[in-house]
């Protein structure tokens, strides 16, 4: 069993950015339920009973969310694995016929990804319905590739602020006095601000080495408006704009995407 072998390696992956040590994470490559971390979500809303929030506030909620997956990307069985119990085996070498200590499986590679969406956030609606909502984002893909022994590693970060307003029966401010029943003709406009940082790293085990690979600022303003024309029709307007700054490549340049335009959404259920 070498150093840069799936049954060394993986272990070792795992305590590392578990943040565990070493000697207290499983050999075994297909972890149980004892030994994975719960995903969770949290929602408090207890602000809102505090004087100043509920004088201006019709709602108010602090958000937390944290999901995290570890997934073996394809595996193999050995063909010519020997048990001796509890898991640990040998294969034979297959020049010179010894036994190699060895799991039952040969694993190309693994990876680990989790999120804070968001690690903090809120959302809260205001006394005369303008809305407001903020929160920031943090990620990480890792990926271990053992037969290639290298481990690539991206990193997202990302900061979204956002408001809104309903203006209720918006033709009496067009001064349209036709009305259908059951039909409130709203408006309502949302606008929402967004920063992200993306990076990526490769990491070279053999040769302990790590090298930027790919990284991108972008900016984005997104603005849409909506307004239920009928039972039937909604016009909508629509304005995206994003900016994206490379951070790394030497290569990539600076872009700009901008669109913008009307829709017409038709219903035609009863």
Same mark, same amino acid.
């Given at each position: ?123 809260? +609606?205001?006394?005369?319905?303008? *809305? ?9 893909? $890792? !990926?271990? @590739? &053992? =037969? ?96 994206? +700054?490379?951070?790394?490549?030497? *290569? ?9 335009? $009307? !829709?017409? @959404? &038709? =219903?035609?259920?009863?």
């Amino acid at each position: 069993m070498g150093k840069y072998s799936a049954d060394v390696m993986v272990p070792a992956f795992l305590a590392a950015y578990s943040g565990r040590s070493a000697s207290k994470v499983t050999l075994n490559p297909f972890p149980g339920l004892s030994e994975v971390l719960p995903n969770w979500r949290v929602t408090y809303d207890g602000l809102m009973k505090m004087p100043f929030f509920s004088r201006h506030f019709k709602s108010f909620t602090l958000t937390h969310a944290y999901q995290c997956t570890y997934s073996v990307g394809s595996f193999s069985s050995y063909s010519d694995w020997v048990t001796i119990g509890e898991g640990l085996g040998y294969t034979q070498d297959a020049l010179t016929g010894n036994p190699i200590p060895s799991s039952p499986y040969n694993i190309s590679s693994v990876s680990i990804t989790e999120k804070f969406a968001p690690l903090i956030g809120f959302n809260a +609606t205001m006394k005369n319905n303008v *809305t407001f909502n903020a929160e920031y984002r943090d990620s990480r893909t $890792l !990926s271990l @590739n &053992v =037969s290639v022994g290298q481990l690539v590693e991206g990193i997202s970060r990302t900061f979204v602020v956002g408001a809104g307003y309903k203006i209720a029966n918006f033709n009496s401010v067009l001064k349209l006095k036709r009305k259908q029943q059951g039909v409130s003709n709203d408006l309502t406009l949302n606008f929402d601000f967004s920063l992200a940082n993306n990076t990526a790293l490769i990491r070279k085990i053999d040769t302990n080495t790590t090298q930027a690979t790919s990284g991108t600022r972008t900016l984005g303003i997104n603005f849409t408006a909506n307004y239920v024309m009928s039972k039937r029709v909604t016009l909508g307007a629509y304005f995206d704009h994003q900016v994206n +700054t490379p951070l790394v490549s030497s *290569t990539a340049y600076p872009t700009t995407n901008s669109n913008y335009g $009307l !829709s017409v @959404n &038709v =219903s035609l259920a009863k």
